[in-house]
């Protein structure tokens, strides 16, 4: 079932891959599988072993390590959406021109996204 969904998974981000590059105009997609077409789940619908999978998937992909501190971080800063203030902290991958974004709202949320610029 792991291996099943880790395939998904990967599929799915290597798709999301080839959108960003069909289009780089795209802003960031959110790495969830909502997202990647194999389900109606957003990254907050998953439980927190669901979630461990899909960032170790993701974060192999992107040939980003687990702990993000190997050198990827790029920089952060705070994006006001209304009354909302979401901390966004960018890292590069290790594939050429896409950068991860980790954003994080007030209420503990934290998403994910992928995209061919920092912004």
């Known amino acids: ?11 799915g ?3 999301m891959l080839c959108l960003l590059e069909s289009d780089p105009s795209l ?7 909502y997202s ?3 389900g109606e789940m ?12 899909l960032w ?3 974060c192999s992909v992107l040939k980003v390590g687990f702990d ?3 050198g990827n971080f790029l920089e952060e800063y705070i994006e006001e959406r209304g ?18 974004q980790i954003l994080k709202f007030p209420d503990g949320q934290t998403r994910w996204l992928i995209g061919m610029n920092r912004d």
């Open 1 to 11: 079932m792991i291996a099943e969904r880790t395939k998904e998974i990967e599929s």
């Open 13 to 15: 981000i290597q798709g």
């Open 27 to 33: 802003g960031p997609i959110p790495i969830d599988p």
């Open 36 to 38: 990647m077409g194999i």
């Open 42 to 53: 957003t990254v907050e619908d998953l439980s927190e072993a669901e979630r461990e999978i």
């Open 56 to 58: 170790r998937v993701a």
């Open 68 to 70: 993000m501190l190997s």
């Open 83 to 100: 009354d909302q203030r979401i901390c966004v902290t960018v890292y590069k991958t290790g594939l050429s021109n896409v950068f991860l």
